[in-house]
């Protein structure tokens, strides 16, 4: 019946042309009826009229079941509120605009916030899959290969348990090992990939086998960089891809589905190879090898809780055999928080703010609807005398507001797109969640809805004040346009309102922007002025130089700058020092007491700190045999270990200078000094900026074949260096940056340098 | 451009005689009509009305219309254009199946409140 009479209200001329031939029919043969009784011809019409009653009324009750009047009353309204916006373009064009940016300001927010915590995860199961971490006291961290093996091997609760991890490493997809370059490959096992039910596009998996050195050179490549570089060529597979100098072979193609963030990295993965980072990675030595990826797809109807207080167990198990795990627990986090976890106090803050401008929007525009509709009276007064009823005129100023928020909703999506647009390309590259950011339905279901809400919120005060007449004192000649009391009133609270919100907004505003000051003029400890950093990835190969032949890389460094030391004035000059990671562990039982968290050591040449970034050492301890060109990875040297100490470390009584600390595994004879530099802000030089904490990273010196570079231009690097003083030799041409000689073309002296603070 | 009238028969002659009738009985009189008289068109039908109930019932003619609307928007009658007696186009309403149905269901439950009112007004009636 509903449907019938939706449809009636499009038929409504022919609908009423059958009613009234259908009473005048009526009429008539009444009128017929009378004259045959013996009626004068006009006595017989006046008596129909009568017996029928009131025609009029007849026919709008007839046309009030036909159609629906809601909706045809909101037509007509709606009409003439367009009517009124023409009349009036600027009042429109005001209201529109603040309705649009408050409104888009939202609806761009609740974008991002969709993209991050509402989109359901593109995996199937996405229920069922768990972020596996490492917890510590306060440190979270991934786990290492081994724990893994043994919490698959002794749960009841998972289906699948997966370890990854990705690696940058010189890709070229052709045999010789030409043009290559840097990519993210990622290390995964077959468990990885159908632990997120993904399914090769074409090809297969790897193998349980695939995972052992020697039978490892395979690979799996994304949907996304089979379409770029093989040009969705269908023979791709059992082409060979030559990876770090070693030679890989295609075996399947995986649909670009796994997101970057999984391997906090900003673009998809595109490579996989079976995991196997270096060929120890399952043995014991490993254990404490930690912050891989770990993921886990739980058995159907098992709780999160159930299955962390089984992995809690085996933990606990091996903390029990194991040294090194000792202290070590576990802890589960849904998929989902992964992707979104560190964003949400940002993203809520950012919500209430923008919720903030639309209050204020709507606190603005419902005052100017107040002022605009006091003009009106006589038009209100005139409606009500003909006898609408107090509802109807609520129903029409209603029904305006209604068409500006629905405009303005129309134009805040329009901007919210843009806005869109603009943040995924700048955020994308430094929030990988935000790469993918897109409109869908919920996004405009946000943007309806808000437009409806603002609607009501501005709408409904003014629409009931406004309509507050009295018809006879309007109508009158001469009647002033003056607001009731009770508008006046309600304007008042409106900008009172306004104002506080405004307060908000720019104090929280203001304290923001003092704040992101301030981190940026933060004193790192160290000097920062033309110190440019970058880094190099080194095929396998490289790493296995041996030690002499790396110290005359570094006498010829240090040869080239005493060469040129001379010339310092007048040219250029750059100073190369090396860090290399080199893992070293410590023995727990010796520090495990004092320090709650673990601990990680990294080997710097003393250069490093006292030429390249010139960090004040307190204690300063000259050790005689710590004097340069000593190198601390010989055995049996006395080294120094720098603790690089946040505030808290002060409380730590047991631990201050001069304290000997043993070293375990490879070096177990040496010892070393520990001279505490407080108040580091060192990490801004490094890669890893979170690691204020001392941290511990172990075995990772042989596999890790990252050297990162510390330059430091003595003078504006406008002015391009000697290309002598860079031993560009050294570098095997197969790498990734073989094209780009170690001259400074465009002042960038090896690849990913980056100028800071210069 | 008023709101919605209730559906209340009103007699706009005040003080003429004739009750005001709730819309369920007029529904019910409109098919019964209608089943005895077999297809009939809306003038037809009030006079109708009005002869049955020997002139109690003066209804203004005119509220026959929503009444006939309401029926055919619930499908228990039908509507036609065709010719009158005396030649005029009018529109004919019959009943149909559902509306045979319905005349039951109303009959049996007016018949019900009847009784229970004859037994209400008998016991309180007797001593």
């Known amino acids: 019946m509903i449907l019938s009479r939706f449809v009636a209200m499009f038929r409504r001329d022919k609908l009423d042309a059958e009613t009234d031939e259908e009473l005048r029919a009526h009429l008539e043969m009444a009128a017929e009826e009378n004259r045959r009784r013996g009626m004068s011809e006009e006595d017989a019409r006046l008596k129909a009229l009568r017996d029928f009653g009131g025609v009029t009324q007849v026919r709008e009750a007839v046309r009030l079941r036909e159609g629906l009047p809601f909706v045809e009353n909101l037509r007509r309204d709606v009409g003439y509120a367009l009517r009124q916006m023409r009349r009036s373009p600027g009042f429109a064009a005001v209201v529109i605009v603040t309705l649009a940016l408050g409104i888009g300001a939202n609806t761009a927010v609740f974008s991002v916030l969709n993209a991050v915590m509402l989109r359901p995860l593109a995996f199937a199961e996405a229920g069922r899959l768990v972020q596996i971490l490492s917890v510590k006291g306060a440190e979270r961290m991934g786990p290492s290969a081994p724990d893994m093996r043994d919490f698959a091997d002794r749960n009841h609760t998972f289906d699948k348990l997966a370890v990854y991890d990705q690696w940058r490493k010189n890709v070229s997809t052709s045999r010789d090992g030409a043009n290559a370059e840097e990519i993210n490959v990622g290390l995964a096992s077959a468990d990885f990939f159908e632990a997120l039910g993904v399914r090769p596009v074409m090809g297969r998996l790897f193998t349980a086998n695939e995972g052992e050195a020697g039978h490892n050179h395979v690979a799996v490549i994304s949907e996304k960089f089979w379409a770029s570089r093989y040009q969705r060529d269908p023979r791709v597979l059992g082409r060979t891809l030559t990876i770090n100098d070693q030679q890989y072979t295609i075996v399947g193609i995986v649909p670009a589905t796994i997101p970057g963030w999984l391997h906090a990295a900003q673009t998809q993965v595109p490579i996989f190879e079976p995991f196997l980072p270096y060929p120890g990675i399952w043995s014991e030595q490993s254990r404490d090898g930690r912050n891989y990826g770990a993921i886990g797809l739980l058995k159907p109807g098992v709780t999160r809780e159930e ?364 010892r070393y000094c520990i001279l505490i530099q407080r108040d580091l802000l060192v990490d801004h030089a490094w890669i890893a900026a979170k690691q204020l904490l001392p941290s511990r990273i172990t075995q990772h010196h042989r596999l890790r074949h990252m050297r990162l570079i510390i330059v430091r231009i003595v003078s504006p690097p406008q002015q391009r260096p000697h290309p002598k003083h860079i031993p560009k030799a050294r570098i095997r041409p197969r790498l990734a940056h073989r094209h780009r000689r170690l001259r400074p073309r465009n002042h960038r002296p090896l690849i990913e340098i980056e100028k800071r603070h210069a | 451009m008023g709101g919605d009238r209730p559906d209340v028969l009103r007699d706009p002659t005040a003080g003429a005689a004739g009750t005001p009738m709730l819309q369920g009985t007029l529904d019910l009189m409109v098919l019964k009509t209608l089943e005895t008289m077999g297809p009939q068109h809306g003038y037809g039908i009030a006079r109708r009305i009005e002869q049955i109930s020997e002139q109690t019932l003066r209804l203004n003619q005119g509220t026959i219309y929503p009444a006939l609307l309401r029926l055919r928007q619930r499908g228990w009658i039908r509507a036609e254009w065709g010719t009158s007696e005396n030649g005029r186009r009018a529109r004919f309403y019959s009943l149909t199946k559902t509306g045979k149905g319905q005349i039951e269901k109303e009959t049996e439950s007016w018949e019900r409140v009847a009784a229970t009112m004859a037994r209400f007004l008998a016991t309180a009636g007797s001593r």
């Open chain 1, 307 to 670: 299955a962390e207080a089984d992995l809690k167990r085996i933990a606990g198990d091996l903390a029990l055999a194991y040294p090194v795990d000792h202290g070590f627990s576990v802890a589960l986090r849904p998929l989902a928080e992964m992707r979104s976890g560190d964003l949400k106090p940002v993203l809520f803050v950012l919500s209430g703010a923008v919720g903030f401008i639309l209050l204020i929007a709507c606190s603005n525009l419902a005052s100017l609807l107040l002022a605009r509709n006091t003009a009106r009276q006589r038009e209100f007064a005139m409606r009500r005398a003909l006898g609408a009823g107090r509802p109807a005129l609520v129903r029409q100023v209603l029904a305006e507001t209604l068409t500006f928020s629905l405009v303005g909703s129309v134009c805040g999506t329009g901007l919210a797109w843009a806005a869109v647009r603009a943040l995924g390309a700048g955020a994308g590259a430094s929030l990988p969640q935000l790469a993918d950011l897109t409109l869908d339905w919920r996004v405009f279901a946000f943007a309806l809805a808000a437009g409806l809400g603002t609607c009501l919120l501005f709408g409904i005060a003014p629409a009931w004040l406004s309509t507050r007449v009295d018809a006879a004192a309007a109508l009158k000649e001469g009647g002033r346009n003056s607001s009731a009391p009770g508008q006046h009133n309600f304007r008042r609270a409106l900008v009172t309102g306004q104002i506080a919100l405004s307060l908000i907004l720019l104090v929280g505003a203001g304290l923001l922007i003092q704040t992101l000051r301030r981190l940026e003029e933060q004193d790192p400890g160290f000097r920062i002025e033309h110190l440019v950093r970058g880094h190099i990835y080194l095929p396998p190969a490289q790493r296995y130089f041996p030690l002499p032949r790396r110290r005359s890389r570094q006498q010829k460094i240090r040869h080239v700058n005493a060469r040129n030391r001379q010339q310092q004035r007048r040219r250029n000059h750059q100073r190369q020092q090396r860090r290399t990671q080199r893992a070293v562990a410590i023995l727990p039982q010796r520090l495990a007491p004092e320090l709650p968290y673990p601990v990680r050591v990294r080997m710097l040449p003393p250069q490093l700190f006292s030429n390249a970034i010139q960090i004040p050492l307190r204690h300063r301890k000259r050790h005689p045999r710590l004097q340069p060109p000593h190198h601390v990875d010989e055995p049996r040297t006395l080294g120094a270990i720098i603790l690089r100490v946040r505030l808290e470390f002060r409380r730590m009584p047991k631990l201050h200078p001069a304290r000997r600390v043993e070293t375990a595994r490879h070096h177990p004879n040496n």
